[in-house]
């Protein structure tokens, strides 16, 4: 079980952008966003997991602004991915996300489990 708190998330829309003739890069607060998972992961000694996995997501909002939380889940996972958390996010087979109560400068809570093989 890896257990991290992580800054927020920045949205999906503020993680990538599309370029004029097709393409996707990844925003200035994408690029930051990464760079920060990367260093806690790194601290952590996180060893990437190879199996299915549950990810499990508590939101904790900077502000009380209305906002969906499933536009911060895709950009965790793609930071995940790219800290070594895993090799794929194709290998969350739950995915569990809820909004706590606001925090200043918002952070996110998580709870990533490998999963035992169904026989």
Do not use: C
């Not at 503020?14 to 930051?32: D, F, L, S």
């Not at 760079?35 to 060893?47: D, F, G, N, S």
């Not at 209305?66 to 739950?94: H, M, P, Y």
């Amino acid at each position: 079980m890896i257990t991290l708190t992580l800054p927020i998330p920045p949205t999906i829309n503020h993680y990538y952008g599309q370029r004029p003739r097709g393409g996707r890069y990844i925003k200035p607060a994408g690029i930051a966003f990464r760079a920060a998972v990367a260093e806690i992961v790194a601290a952590a000694q996180v060893e990437p997991l190879l199996g299915r996995v549950s990810l499990f997501a508590a939101i904790y909002p900077a502000d009380r602004r209305r906002q969906d939380i499933d536009n911060r889940a895709k950009s965790l996972q793609d930071a995940l991915t790219a800290a070594g958390v895993w090799i794929d996010d194709e290998q969350i087979d739950e995915l569990h996300l809820v909004r706590r109560e606001v925090v200043r400068g918002g952070q996110v809570r998580i709870v990533i489990t490998e999963m035992k093989e169904l026989t």
